[in-house]
């Protein structure tokens, strides 16, 4: 009775923490509150447990932990302080979609067959694509640097011109910096061209995120089941509609990853060196995540090496027309600047608490100390995709607690591992009307 109470609670423990994580990260924009410190890094505790472990990749999960996940999450975004430029209106039919979203999906994963998995997953689609369609009509322009940046910096793109000398005057924010390395921009610029707002490319690259949880859990069973899963509490997740609203960049980053595995999980690991690349051509710290792919024998130095070398060809032009501004925008800026007040870190925790500024050279030694251990642990283990994305997923967090300007995108990354990871494993569900698990196809 007890080891079959194991499980039971191991799922209970993630999905509790899943929800109490983003519950904090809606809540967080933009406050800064010592209880959602205290969460996140308890939640970042647990993960970093799991791992020492090595708990938490057995099954079956509980049908009743989904379902109260899947819950909870809409009752969370309903009652949690939230975020957004979005008007009244359609706000509350933002709200009332995702709720939606979440009785019906936990319907179907209640007693998930087959058909019920893929018709929740095809409503975890649908649910994303009508709340980013919904937000992205209903406030065209939100009062956010970035959407500035991006929108801004495709004309200058499309002009010919360098983003990384450019102004932006409309900004509330920076107004005289482009932060994000050249790819982003790149990747994201069809959606200001073709149809006026840069986030149309994010909400697609979101579906490629989608996609790829379906690719990583294709090939074993109970797939659909999975991906369902994964797809829901995404679509659903506390925070999501502030996530698209503010035009963060991560969903592009997460897909790009998610392609990268589900490739190498099918045995395609040269192919996968393309999404890698451009992930590391679009945003800096996933540089972090590098000794980690490094040392995994699934993808190894060859074709780390190779990553890196795309990634500096695709930087490479736009880098050279100006390197000092280049060196300026994306590196010292971001390393010179003021701590933000509402980041719920450690480091503004020591900040805003105890009047203390912790020194540069304290939090490079930690988060250095946390990757050294990762890619050790990498080396020795060697695990499956699962569980590397987990690593990926816990040493992020970890930097963005020791950060200075860490706040909600930047946790939805780690989340979005997570997810990855859940579609990646072999976890089961408790309940399957159907009878035995359906055949795994050859990889």
């Known amino acids: 009775m007890a080891e079959a109470a194991a499980p039971a609670r191991t799922a209970l423990i993630a999905g509790g923490a899943w929800v109490a994580a983003f519950a904090m990260l809606q809540w967080s924009v933009v406050r800064f509150e010592v209880p959602i410190v205290l969460t996140l890094t308890g939640c970042a505790a647990l993960l970093g447990f799991s791992l020492a472990q090595r708990r938490g990749y057995a099954g079956p999960v509980p049908s009743a932990v989904v379902v109260a996940v899947l819950l909870s999450s809409a009752l969370v ?32 994963l209640a007693r998930p067959t087959r058909r019920r998995c893929v018709t929740a997953y095809g409503i975890a689609v649908l649910t994303h694509v009508a709340v980013a369609a919904q937000a992205i009509i209903a406030d065209p322009t ?46 994201l610029a069809p959606g200001r061209w073709f149809a006026g707002d840069a986030r149309w490319m994010l909400l697609i690259w979101s579906l490629v995120l989608l996609l790829a949880l379906a690719l990583l859990a294709s090939g074993r069973p109970h797939a659909w089941w999975r991906a369902g899963v994964a797809a829901a509490a995404l679509a659903v997740v506390p925070g999501s509609l502030t996530q698209v609203d503010q035009a963060w960049t991560e969903p592009l980053l997460a897909a790009l990853l998610g392609v990268w595995a589900a490739l190498v999980a099918r045995g395609r690991a040269w192919w996968a060196v393309i999404p890698l690349a451009l992930a590391c051509a679009s945003k800096q710290h996933l540089v972090l995540l590098v000794p980690l792919f490094l040392l995994w024998s699934r993808f190894g130095w060859k074709r780390t090496l190779a990553t890196g070398a795309l990634s500096a060809a695709l930087i490479a032009p736009f880098a050279l027309a100006d390197l000092p501004a280049f060196v300026h925008d ?42 050294l251990i990762a890619a050790l642990v ?6 499956a995709p699962s569980e590397l994305l987990t690593w990926c997923a816990f040493v992020l967090l970890v930097a963005n607690l020791v950060n200075k300007q860490a706040f909600y995108n930047q946790f939805w990354l780690s989340g979005a591992l997570l997810a990855l990871a859940f579609a990646a494993s072999s976890l089961t569900p408790s309940h399957s009307p159907e009878g035995p698990p359906e055949p795994a196809s050859a990889r």
């Open 77 to 108: 975004t309903w009652r949690v302080p939230l975020f957004t430029y979005v008007p009244a209106g359609p706000r509350t039919a933002i709200l009332v979609t995702i709720a939606l979203a979440a009785v019906l999906t936990s319907l179907l």
């Open 142 to 187: 939100p009062r956010i640097d970035v959407w500035h940046l991006l929108n801004e910096g495709a004309d200058v793109l499309k002009d010919g011109g360098n983003v990384y000398t450019a102004t932006w005057p409309q900004s509330p924010g920076v107004k005289d910096a482009f932060t994000y390395l050249p790819w982003t921009l790149v990747l």
């Open 330 to 371: 994306t590196i010292t800026l971001l390393l010179g600047f003021h701590p933000i007040r509402f980041a719920n870190t450690w480091y503004l925790l020591a900040l805003n608490v105890y009047g203390w500024t912790p020194p540069f050279w304290l939090t490079t030694l930690v988060m250095g100390l946390v990757v």
């Open 378 to 383: 990498v080396a020795r283990r060697q695990p």
